[in-house]
């Protein structure tokens, strides 16, 4: 029964900006720390942001951090990643999930290339 539909990713250029977002639902999303996730070509899956339940408390992964911005509407069931300044390195799938983990979604691919 859980869930999670993640949107907005695209083709993007250096520099540039996308938001996320990931439709939870199938468990108590306001009760728990929500995260995103990223899966570039050949690599694993690496923890990229992380919030705390009702956004008390925000993290990222050295590689974002000052460029992503990670926020929750918990009326709407919905996390929200927010990216700037998109490096080609970003590329990849990106996915949401619950701590601790549930089913993953299909996540929505990210690629950021002239």
């Known amino acids: 029964q859980v869930q999670f539909v993640e949107s907005g990713g695209g083709l993007v250029e250096p520099g540039g900006s996308l938001r996320l977002s990931c439709a939870a639902s199938?468990?108590?999303?306001?009760?728990?720390?929500m995260r995103w996730f990223r899966q570039g070509p050949g690599k694993e899956r690496e923890l990229v942001a992380w919030i705390s339940r009702n956004g008390d408390v925000a993290d990222y992964a050295d590689s974002v951090k000052g460029r992503f911005s990670i926020s929750r509407d918990d009326a709407k069931n919905t996390l929200y990643l927010q990216m700037g300044s998109l490096k080609p390195e970003d590329t990849a799938v990106y996915y949401c999930n619950a701590l601790p983990a549930r089913a993953w979604g299909q996540g929505t691919p990210v690629t950021v290339s002239v």
């Open positions: 199938g468990f108590g999303f306001s009760s728990s720390t």
